[in-house]
């Protein structure tokens, strides 16, 4: 397929070790960190886990660098002081609460504000400091960062934009992000973002101690949901020029940090590892869905996974609900209502989401924590049941949401929860849904759906 004009070039895979020079031979042929490195560069290592981490789980790479990103000034803390980010979540910091909640999509500031300026918590759980928890994050930004670049401490971000297209400057290379794909920015790594298409907006989810993975495919088999070869890399690119003044924004323990420097941190002439910032284009995705009765469960559509020490339950996990055929027989094909013992934030990308014929619109977002109800809306239900037995194939198309999910219940950030942009009325959009319930109705074997009456079949032939 040809690459989109303005596109950069990128690597392939998930996970692999990856190698990349922007000039030829700058990469030391037979050892990490030689006497001399070509091209009179040094050499850094930047490691996403401990040294002693398991081997197929060990992190880490090499970058081959102009001037090392030790050269530069203390850090102090940044002012004015970012007010809107929290990486501790405690009671001093947010607030937890079982009520649905639902945002607006916000307004694009007025006044000129970059990522991360733009950059706000909605809720998470755990601590940065402990190494264990998340954050969920929103942005809406209106200028490129300039002069600037950020480093996340704290852990990885998941970008997911919205609206506008990211170019994003890693010490790796390049990547242009648009809507419909997502980023992932390790630990640690340098990065600057410009918007390509003016105002931008999007979600961002924040993950402590872990990194994602690829979810196991199990009963799948060896192919299906998002594959390897769809993961892009960047390659190296570097700038030389000299940039008196430039700053580090290092997030740290949730708060922001700056220090100066004469040179851009974007001076990797070459790099090799397996810890890399990338992107993944999610309309590539492969789905799997139900082709006879009933809806599958959410985690069939899991892009990314974080895991935790539990097998199988995730610190976070990333699906989405991308377009689709529904095809189940004899089914109320929208999402089943549900109580959960994970806890569910949604985004829409774009589109409208098949539970919620009003209300939520892209841009906007929803938290369903821990055991608390949630489905589909009067209007869905109601025209679902409407159409019965006469439904036909359907495919879902022009929509994209997602879901992160995790086992931590979250607390909620007190500017999330007193925000025009919370939309009070909510819980009304189940209110009138209402009884359908008769004595009457029995079931397809022909017994009567009474609660408290069970028909039993012995083992004797015949027998009732």
Same mark, same amino acid.
């Given at each position: 397929?040809?690459?989109?004009?303005?596109?950069?070039?990128?690597?392939?895979?998930?996970?692999?070790?990856? &190698?990349?020079?922007?000039?030829?031979?700058? @990469?030391?042929?037979?050892?990490?960190?030689?006497?001399?490195?070509?091209?009179?560069?040094?050499?850094?290592?930047?490691?996403?886990?401990?040294?002693?981490?398991?081997?197929?789980?060990?992190?880490?790479?090499?970058?081959?660098?102009?001037?090392?990103?030790?050269?530069?000034?203390?850090?102090?803390?940044?002012?004015?002081?970012?007010?809107?980010?929290? &990486?501790? *979540?405690?009671?001093?910091?947010?607030?937890?609460?079982?009520?649905?909640?639902?945002?607006?999509?916000?307004?694009?500031?007025?006044? =000129?504000?970059?990522?991360?300026?733009?950059?706000?918590?909605?809720?998470?759980?755990?601590?940065? *400091?402990?190494?264990?928890?998340?954050?969920?994050?929103?942005?809406?930004?209106?200028?490129?960062?300039? #002069?600037?670049?950020?480093?996340?401490?704290?852990?990885?971000?998941?970008?997911?934009?919205?609206?506008?297209? $990211?170019?994003?400057?890693?010490?790796?290379?390049?990547?242009?992000?648009?809507?419909?794909?997502?980023?992932?920015?390790?630990?640690? +790594?340098?990065?600057?973002?410009?918007?390509?298409?003016?105002?931008?907006?999007? /979600?961002?989810?924040?993950?402590?101690?872990?990194?994602?993975?690829?979810?196991? $495919?199990?009963?799948?088999?060896?192919?299906?949901?998002?594959?390897?070869?769809? +993961?892009?890399?960047?390659?190296?690119?570097?700038?030389?020029?000299?940039?008196?003044?430039?700053?580090?924004?290092?997030?740290?323990?949730?708060?922001?940090?700056?220090?100066?420097?004469?040179?851009?941190?974007?001076?990797?002439?070459?790099?090799?590892?397996?810890?890399?910032?990338?992107?993944?284009?999610?309309?590539?995705?492969?789905? +799997?869905?139900?082709?006879?009765?009933?809806?599958?469960?959410?985690?069939?559509?899991?892009?990314?996974?974080?895991?935790?020490?539990?097998?199988?339950?995730? @610190?976070?996990? *990333?699906?989405?609900?991308?377009?689709?055929? $529904?095809?189940?027989?004899?089914?109320?094909?929208?999402? /089943?209502?549900?109580?959960?013992?994970?806890?569910?934030?949604?985004?829409?990308?774009?589109?409208?989401?098949?539970?919620?014929?009003? #209300?939520?619109? =892209?841009?906007?977002?929803?938290?369903?924590?821990?055991?608390? =109800?949630?489905?589909?809306?009067?209007?869905?239900?109601?025209?679902?049941?409407?159409?019965?037995?006469?439904?036909?194939?359907?495919?879902?198309?022009?929509?994209?949401?997602?879901?992160?999910?995790?086992?931590?219940?979250?607390?909620?950030?007190?500017?999330?929860?007193?925000?025009?942009?919370?939309?009070?009325?909510?819980?009304?959009?189940?209110?009138?849904?209402?009884?359908?319930?008769?004595?009457?109705?029995?079931?397809?074997?022909?017994?009567?759906?009474?609660?408290?009456?069970?028909?039993?079949?012995?083992?004797?032939?015949?027998?009732?």
């Amino acid at each position: 397929m040809q690459k989109p004009a303005g596109e950069p070039e990128y690597l392939s895979g998930f996970g692999n070790h990856f &190698s990349s020079e922007a000039v030829k031979g700058a @990469l030391p042929r037979d050892q990490n960190s030689p006497l001399g490195c070509p091209c009179g560069l040094y050499a850094e290592q930047i490691s996403g886990t401990s040294f002693t981490t398991h081997r197929k789980l060990n992190q880490r790479s090499w970058l081959y660098r102009i001037k090392p990103s030790v050269t530069h000034k203390p850090f102090h803390p940044r002012v004015p002081r970012h007010e809107r980010l929290v &990486s501790e *979540f405690n009671e001093s910091t947010s607030s937890a609460t079982p009520t649905q909640l639902r945002w607006k999509p916000v307004d694009i500031p007025e006044s =000129p504000t970059d990522f991360i300026d733009g950059l706000y918590t909605i809720c998470g759980a755990g601590s940065s *400091f402990i190494r264990h928890g998340y954050a969920i994050h929103m942005y809406a930004a209106n200028k490129s960062m300039s #002069g600037c670049a950020f480093c996340n401490a704290d852990g990885d971000f998941l970008v997911v934009p919205q609206k506008g297209r $990211l170019s994003i400057t890693t010490e790796c290379g390049k990547l242009v992000v648009s809507p419909g794909e997502i980023v992932i920015l390790p630990q640690g +790594f340098r990065f600057s973002i410009d918007l390509l298409d003016g105002p931008s907006r999007g /979600y961002v989810a924040e993950i402590f101690g872990e990194h994602f993975q690829l979810p196991d $495919l199990g009963p799948i088999g060896a192919n299906g949901l998002a594959a390897v070869r769809d +993961f892009l890399v960047p390659t190296a690119w570097f700038e030389e020029a000299s940039h008196p003044g430039y700053t580090i924004v290092q997030k740290f323990g949730g708060g922001l940090f700056t220090a100066k420097q004469d040179f851009s941190p974007f001076n990797v002439v070459a790099w090799h590892g397996n810890y890399v910032p990338f992107k993944y284009d999610l309309s590539k995705f492969c789905p +799997f869905n139900t082709v006879l009765i009933d809806h599958g469960d959410p985690s069939i559509n899991t892009v990314l996974t974080a895991p935790s020490d539990k097998p199988g339950v995730a @610190l976070l996990d *990333f699906v989405i609900f991308p377009p689709r055929w $529904l095809v189940a027989e004899h089914t109320f094909r929208p999402p /089943y209502y549900h109580r959960n013992c994970m806890s569910e934030f949604m985004g829409l990308i774009y589109g409208i989401y098949e539970a919620k014929a009003d #209300g939520f619109l =892209p841009g906007g977002a929803s938290l369903h924590s821990c055991m608390t =109800p949630h489905g589909p809306d009067t209007k869905t239900y109601e025209a679902t049941i409407a159409v019965g037995e006469n439904s036909e194939p359907v495919r879902l198309k022009g929509t994209m949401a997602f879901m992160f999910e995790s086992y931590l219940i979250p607390r909620v950030c007190p500017w999330a929860l007193d925000c025009p942009y919370l939309d009070a009325n909510y819980y009304q959009c189940w209110i009138g849904l209402r009884s359908h319930f008769s004595s009457n109705n029995r079931s397809e074997n022909g017994s009567p759906d009474v609660p408290g009456t069970t028909q039993v079949l012995s083992e004797d032939k015949g027998s009732a």
